[in-house]
């Protein structure tokens, strides 16, 4: 989603600009991003960069709850990916301690702003690193925590099924 965004008003790259098909469409996204720049938002712009290591320089100011969840979110979803490589899955654990930490304020803030909750995948992801830790209580919990944000895993079965391969897994490593 992230490069889309970049896509959607700057191109490939941040001397390239797409072109639109009309006059109007390209000054409206061109404005669009213009105001976006102006807005000095170093929240926003390091997460629409696309770019970690801005996103990582910003990721402990403080600013709006829907730009920070969006920021933090990214950051997981980077280290998450790498997360085989030791100081992935504690930056991936770290950012997701800090996402869940604020998730009083970003619940509202996503409620108001489209009306429900979305998918937030800090959930999917820690609870799979705190499981393959062997920290089945810890996952279990916030399994249990994204249940009552009535939240989806985009699976079938969502967080209870993922409860029941949780405990499952425990019964695996403890016979």
Not at 2 to 29: A, C, H, T, V
Request: hydrophobic share 35%.
């Amino acid at each position: 989603m992230i490069q889309w965004i970049r896509k959607l008003f700057m191109g490939n790259s941040p001397s390239e600009r797409i072109d639109y098909g009309n006059e109007e469409d390209n000054e409206r996204y061109e404005a669009a991003w213009r105001s976006l720049e102006k807005e000095n938002n170093p929240i926003r712009l390091a997460w629409l960069s696309g770019d970690i290591g801005k996103m990582l320089e910003v990721s402990d100011l403080d600013g709006d709850p829907l730009d920070q969840h969006l920021l933090w979110q990214a950051i997981i979803e980077d280290a998450y990916k790498q997360r085989e490589k030791d100081n992935f899955r504690r930056r991936c654990a770290e950012y997701c301690e800090i996402h869940l930490a604020n998730m009083d304020r970003i619940t509202p803030a996503l409620l108001a702003d489209i009306g429900k909750m979305p998918r937030i995948l800090t959930f999917q992801y820690y609870s799979t690193i705190l499981t393959e830790a062997g920290k089945f209580d810890d996952a279990l919990e916030v399994c249990e925590r994204a249940i009552r944000l009535e939240l989806s895993d985009g699976t079938k079965d969502g967080f209870k099924g993922r409860m029941k391969r949780i405990e499952n897994k425990r019964k695996k490593m403890t016979t």
